[in-house]
């Protein structure tokens, strides 16, 4: 009996500890599982962190890239609109001024197309009749109204004008002839377009033959110019554009040096009329030129 009641206070104390290992035991993997789910929890939490960083930097970017390509197309249509209203407004100008020119000189020769930079406005200064007349053209910084009297104090860059004569060989005889080119250098300009080469009185000068016309580039020799460039751009010019076609003969006189006077012309017959444009640059001239009718 004793022996008994000496083992049972063993035996609970056996077992108070084995209790108490396994709740420490239980605590300690409760803890550690809390230990896990929270390191877990951090690195979703910082992961959803970092993947929002990445996608609002991703956005941003493209919300800079869209801007940056919108404003370029914004700006690409401004320029273009701007270009296209410059247009839209001498087509414009230049339809209402044939409409004045017609009102006084009834089928007047006159441009399709009529180059005014986009500073600028097209006028006109009109005199004459439908049988002999002179249409002056000057772009400025202002549109005036067609026949404006300021307009006769103005040099006009570009003239068209008519001169009716008794007969078509009186018209005729107006038209200076060709010039002989036969036994002179020839010069390649374009084209396959040969020019004859020749000088005098400290000039220089390249001739040929475009169907009716004969085309003449003057330099000055005095001054070093040379008449080869501007004859290649005329010859490149008159390759895709054509000038009005004379009954007989009609005659296209360039020059290089700069002048105050219209000395560039183009000077043809149709019928009895006589008919001449003249301007003061080259090019411009035989621009209008090949677009008069």
Known sequence: MKKTLLVLPVLLLIFAAGCGQSNQSSTSQKESVKTSQTSHKAKKAS???????TSASQSSAQSSSQTAASTTSQTG??????????????D????????????????????????????????????GDQANYSIFFSPGQSALPYNDPTLQNINAELAIQKKTYASAADAQAQVAPARATQGLRQVA?????????????????????????????????????????????????????????????GTVDLAVTDANTRQNQITWTEGNALYMISGLEPMHTIQVGTATR
């Open 77 to 90: 249509q401004k320029a273009a609109t701007a270009a296209s209203s410059g247009t839209t407004s001498n």
């Open 47 to 53: 992961a959803k962190k970092s993947n929002g960083k």
């Open 92 to 127: 414009q100008r230049l339809a209402t001024l044939k409409q004045a020119v017609f009102n006084q000189i009834p089928n007047a020769k006159w441009p399709a197309s009529y180059p005014v930079a986009n500073s600028q406005h097209l006028n006109i200064f009109a005199t």
């Open 189 to 249: 300009i374009g084209d396959g377009i040969y020019a004859a080469s020749q000088g005098a009185a400290g000039s220089s000068y390249l001739t040929w033959n475009e169907g009716r016309w004969t085309v003449t580039v003057k330099a000055t020799a005095v001054n070093g110019e040379d008449p080869l460039p501007l004859a290649k751009q005329a010859v490149a010019w008159f390759a895709k554009n054509a000038l009005p076609v004379p009954d007989t003969h």
